[in-house]
């Protein structure tokens, strides 16, 4: 990797376009594609043959892997993480006649959620914090905070702790009580959604 002033690594085969803010600690791998505009934070890992569009921004400490795109209208906070191959998507009536720039819909990767290898995300969903989409799943629709989604279409199975671990549910009183079996958080549903109630 061959080191920029400004702190970060870039692979001698990987392009940087005019205008792109890089921050310091990130790596950016082969053949990646780093559009006009776009702005990624510090210590980021961008895999091999990543493109990010013009105008995009990405958090920090974000690992995006291998063979992901992610165009003009998606937004990645911190601490999100993009498996191989996954898949954004920008317009929803896509023709290669119509000229469709000012149909893009915005899609939302909120801080330290996870997005499986081979998952495509429909444009205009948000993904909530700490949230998990599977593996392959094809996600339509919102994610909630914490949530855990899988399938086509990726359906709530479950909830996710902040390390990653699926909760198991305990009824206490009927009182549903959601703990973590590795690092023993506990959570749990509110008229406001889905809230840590303790830490470890």
Known sequence: MKPRSAGYLVENSSLIEEGVRIGPGTRIS?????????????????GDYVYIGNG???GNEVNIQSRVSIYPGVAVEDRVFC??????TNV??????IEERD????TLLRRGSTVGAGATVLCGVTLGRYSFSG????????VPDFGLVYGNPAKIEGWVCRCGHTLKTFDR??????????????FQVTSDGFHPISQS
């Open 30 to 46: 082969h053949f990646s594609h780093i559009c006009e505009g776009a702005t990624i934070g510090e210590n980021c890992l961008i």
């Open 56 to 58: 995009v921004r990405i």
């Open 83 to 88: 498996g191989p191959g996954v898949i954004f």
């Open 92 to 97: 929803i009536h896509p023709r290669a006649f």
């Open 103 to 106: 149909e893009f819909r915005s």
């Open 135 to 142: 593996a392959g799943s094809v996600v339509t629709r919102d």
């Open 173 to 186: 009183k009927r009182e549903f009580i959601h703990v973590c079996p590795s690092c023993q958080s506990r």
